[in-house]
């Protein structure tokens, strides 16, 4: 291997972005990655067709120990500047729901697309390449890839979480941080399913039913709220509005479902009011799925007709099912996690630049760093986003 301007660390799709506009820029560029092709978690995202971006992306939609860090990059690599990137490969996007843009045909557009954005420039891509150790004499970092060194006044980590470990992914990005002295903010699961025991493993039973509600999350059923599908499994529960709620919760709290989300207040003694001889569960499966009114209106314990219910009781029975308590036992884990939440501690970071700032040319970028995305592109953004902020400054 030789001298370049700058090393990349791991060519996902913060280091794709980040390789093809430095590149763009002069700069001569080596990007490693351990796996065998670029862009994996690309390819196999959106089912495929890659969720690539969100029209709504603020820094309010990102989780970080520092909630504005996010914000700079996000403001000047914005949902529009990829679209147009995406424009100007002729790619076809439709928007899916909530702002959510996928490609009409297949996620590997996206990744050719950067890879051609690589090759207008002198980037070197090395896959299936394992990085045995980083120096760093002050001047320069020397990376050992495979054996073989090459060197950089610019180092950039842009290897991602530990979610899904089965298709690569590592906390390399973690061990190297910590060696040249950053800080870590604890890694945890998250965008991941949840997991149900004790005398909530009765709805498991429900696995495969899905449902419109509002999941909640933080202090007193506050917090994060997400009016989107919940899916009950065998194992708890997923679907979007819970994957959300995922990020935010924390061992031994609850999460709040409201299963009759748009329902006026007072629903259920209008309900008794326009038909008196219907049972608890009749009248709930007028706004759910069968099988989850049935062992919903179980729970509540009230088999008779509403009119042999005290306004009081429906009152109750009514509150109940907007704030329906689950105290999730666990999550599916890293193997199941859409994303890794925490990460490299913005704390050390400039959020103009993602370069360290006790460390003159190390950078880091993209899902390594403790910033995590909602569901919907969020997190694309993000990588595009950092990673361009980084190229900036290489
Ligand atoms: P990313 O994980 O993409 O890349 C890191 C790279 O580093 C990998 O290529 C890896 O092989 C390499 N690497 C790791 N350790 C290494 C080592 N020791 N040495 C060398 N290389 C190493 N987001 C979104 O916005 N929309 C979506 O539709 C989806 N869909 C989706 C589906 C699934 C199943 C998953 C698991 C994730 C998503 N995501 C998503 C999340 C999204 O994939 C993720 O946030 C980005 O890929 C993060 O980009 P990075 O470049 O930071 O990491």
Redesign the pocket.
Known sequence: MADYDAII?????????CAGVAGQRGRKVLL????DQ?????L????G??????TGTTHERFLSANPHFARSALDRYTAADFVALVDAYGIAWHEKTLG?L?CDGS?RQIVAMLLEECAKGPVTIATG???TDVAHDGTAFRVAIDGVAATAPRLVI????P??PK????G??YDLARRFGLKVVEPHPA?VPLTLGGEDVLFRELSGVAADVVARCGPKGGGAAFREAALFTHRGLSGPAILQVSSYWRHGEAIGIDFVPGRDSGWLAAEKRGSPRATLRRTLARALPDRLAETLADRLGHPGELANLAERKLAEAEARLRDWRFVPNGTEGFAK???TAGGIATAGLSQKTMAAKAVFGLYA?????DV??W?????????WA??WAAAQDL
């Open positions: 660390l791991g060519a996902g799709a913060a280091g794709l972005m490693v990655d351990h796996a670029v862009g994996k978690k690309i196999i995202s959106g089912g067709r890659c969720n690539f971006t969100n959510q996928f996620a390449r394992a990085v842009a290897t991602g979480g979610s899904i298709m690569g992914a590592t390399f990005a965008l996690a859409e994303v970028i993209g899902e390594a760093v995590t995305g569901l919907g592109g969020y997190n694309f953004q993000w990588a950092s990673g």
